[in-house]
């Protein structure tokens, strides 16, 4: 595979370097050069300064047969990516008349019979550029080839530099390098309530050696951890069957964590379980304070599966709206299963629905005792079955410890419609 | 200025170079040291390859004095920024007692009586390396001082990263290059329900001239518009009574919109106005599904002011649990001012509480009709002094929409409590 194309990616601004704009033009053309089977090798973020410029795309031709510049081509002194990467490849910038002419044209649609001088520079292109229409804005696209490699400058406007790669640059790649793409796939399975280190060692055996055509990234966030699956080959049906290999080896193992979800979020595997069951789901929530709510309707249409729910922040709601015993509250506290379990069992009663669940728990960062540490969770769900508790104890701050129990609560609710 | 500290700032990692993830830590450190005064002179991206993160951080030091390497830290095999720097500067892994130590206790406090393997490796450091805690995961930040540089290594999860940088590196940095930092001192006023647009007019003639000591910054989303201030001057003091001046030719302007909370979130705010009037409150929520009981239990101590609520996603709830008249319902609709008064009302009796939160609404992308398009919500606010609705026309998606009437109503929460 030592001939697959690579590519280097240059994006600049000093917008981008002191953090006012987040970057997100690079994580884009990513995705699409990925999606062609182009590697992308290296990545720098510059100012706009025309050394700092070149010194990136010297770096990046040295390791990459492509490399994608984008911002600097606009209308301002501190826009200065076009004539920096023109005196590097030696090439006079020269106005192009059919340029000119259609951005005469944009201006004077705009009521403006006069092109503002500064716009004029957007007309001028290095000797023997390839020209990428924009439909979106005045600066073009631009590809200057030499025998090293493919430059192409892109405007920093996402919408412009979105438009013109896919009107342009996509098909003029494919052309460029036509012999040498190949395909890669990606495939992720969701999983949540196991660490990363332990499903780590559980996949040990599982996984395919490092250097195989299919390779595994664990991601982990405070809701669980995806593995992305990536294959190489030289054809995408081929990819795609190294990873119905590879998943199938790996499925096993995960059983007991994994959901199914084209989102990623567990919410969707909730939603379609209660779509097949015919059932509607209501919660009680106190730790998580409407969190759990807040994600169930997250998504439209929602109404046809969840009614709603209470916010039982005060044990006063959790007796008089929810209906949880005085007794229990005062002989086991509001952080306690038998609390957990009644919450949820309230929740059906009240809202007359077939599922409910109840989370009862010490977000933190005050509240916890010897006996119930900050991240005790009791989580319960009720349904004609029966009620299912568990107790958990999450680690990290507040935050973590409230999207860590909606996430365990959605789990468990999860189960109990699977089961 | 030549003397300024500059940095050089490598994120590691390929789902940031295929894009799968967008790098947003590179912009926050960016903003971070920025603040400091301290100049991002390059950014780099790289693959989970021990050769390529080397590589940056070596073109890293030939231009900066500190470099900041995040992600590559975790305990799986593509995890390999530690040894890849260890290497580069002949420094020994080592098992470091303290951290291992650390490591076991978190582990044993989730119930697991043996460390894994893999992360032991996390307990490895470069000899002579700066250890900074991680209160919220498993790898610790490090320094690494050479006579030409600083490097630090930070993980790559967004949140662990942000602590170990606000909890430890900031101030290591402050003791590190103490005489070469400038003072650069921010300000933000918060507003919201105004557009950005709307502001940009009324302070034109406020504002201070673009070339100024102190510059300011529109900074807008779903929630307002925040104006970031910055002052730049030769000490502190000297910057801050320049900030003084802005804010005070500022303030006459903003008066309708704006909110004094130190978190920038108007919850904050409530919190106080609810505090200082020793009322509590409760919410309705339709549309909003969860969202605003969620905000205002984001933060600790939210079980002084805020008694619960209830989710009243389907009318079923809005009457039988809130008491939401079925009169109202048929003649008004379930988006209606009426039906918004009964919720708040509704949810002031049953809760027991002196203030009460409607909120009900068409979130989109389904539900719209030509007198009440998507984007409609009625919100009310009721306690002793009587009902206060307002109708709103939020633009965007269905996420917009509810971050909107979420953000609006809690407004109408504070201008009734401060009436």
Redesign the interface.
């Known amino acids: 595979m030592t001939d697959r194309v690579g590519a280097a990616?240059v994006s600049v601004g000093n917008e981008?370097?002191?953090?006012?704009?987040?970057?997100?033009n690079?994580?884009?053309?990513?995705?699409?050069l990925?999606g062609m089977g182009i590697e992308?090798?290296?990545?720098?973020?510059?100012?706009d300064d025309a050394g700092?410029i070149r010194t990136?795309v010297r770096?990046g031709i040295e390791s990459a047969d492509l490399v994608i510049v984008s911002g600097g081509l606009g209308p301002t002194r501190d826009d200065l990516t076009r004539p920096a990467v023109a005196e590097m490849f030696g090439r006079t910038l020269r106005v192009n008349d059919a340029l000119l002419e259609a951005l005469r044209a944009r201006f004077r649609a705009r009521g403006l019979d006069e092109l503002p001088p500064s716009n004029i520079t957007q007309a001028e292109i290095p000797e023997g550029a390839v020209v990428f229409e924009n439909a979106y804005g005045t600066a073009p696209g631009l590809a200057v080839e030499t025998d090293a490699a493919v430059v192409v400058l892109l405007p920093g406007v996402p919408r412009e530099m979105r438009g013109i790669f896919d009107d342009h640059v996509r098909l003029y790649l494919r052309e460029r390098f036509t012999d040498r793409l190949t395909a890669i796939e990606?495939r992720v399975i969701h999983t949540t309530g196991v660490?990363?280190?332990?499903l780590?060692?559980l996949l040990e055996g599982a996984l395919p050696p490092?250097d195989d055509a299919v390779?595994v990234?664990?991601?982990?966030?405070?809701r669980g951890v995806d593995l992305?699956l990536?294959a190489t080959a030289p054809d995408a049906e081929l990819a795609r069957r190294l990873l119905d290999e590879a998943e199938a080896s790996i499925a096993p193992v995960v059983v007991p964590w994994r959901f199914i979800a084209e989102s990623g979020d567990i919410v969707e595997a909730v939603t379609d379980a209660l779509l097949g069951r015919g059932w509607r789901m209501a919660?009680a929530?106190s730790?998580?304070?409407?969190?759990?709510?807040?994600r169930?309707?997250?998504r439209?249409?929602?109404?046809e599966i969840?009614?709603?729910?209470?916010?039982?922040?005060?044990n006063?709601?959790k007796m008089?709206?929810l209906g949880v015993s005085p007794d229990a509250l005062e002989a086991h506290g509001a952080v306690s299963e038998e609390v957990a379990a009644q919450m949820a069992t309230g929740a059906c009663r009240?809202?007359?629905t077939e599922l409910g669940i109840g989370v009862t728990g010490v977000?933190?960062?005050?509240g916890g005792s010897r006996t119930k540490?900050v991240g005790t969770v009791w989580i319960a769900s009720a349904h004609e079955g029966g009620v299912v508790t568990e107790l958990h104890?999450f680690?990290?701050?507040?935050?973590?410890v409230?999207e860590r129990a909606a996430q365990a609560a959605l789990a468990l609710a999860l189960g109990a419609l699977q089961g």
């Open positions: 990616v981008l370097l002191n953090g006012e704009t987040v970057d997100t690079s994580a884009w053309i990513g995705r699409r990925t992308i090798r290296r990545r720098f973020t510059v100012a700092e990136a770096e990606h660490p990363e280190s332990r780590g060692e490092a390779r990234a664990f991601l982990p966030d405070l992305r990536t919660v929530e730790c998580t304070g409407g969190l759990i709510g807040k169930m309707t997250d439209a249409g929602a109404s969840f009614r709603g729910g209470v916010i039982a922040y005060d006063f709601v008089n709206v009240r809202f007359e977000a933190g960062p005050g540490p104890r680690v990290g701050d507040r935050r973590a409230r």
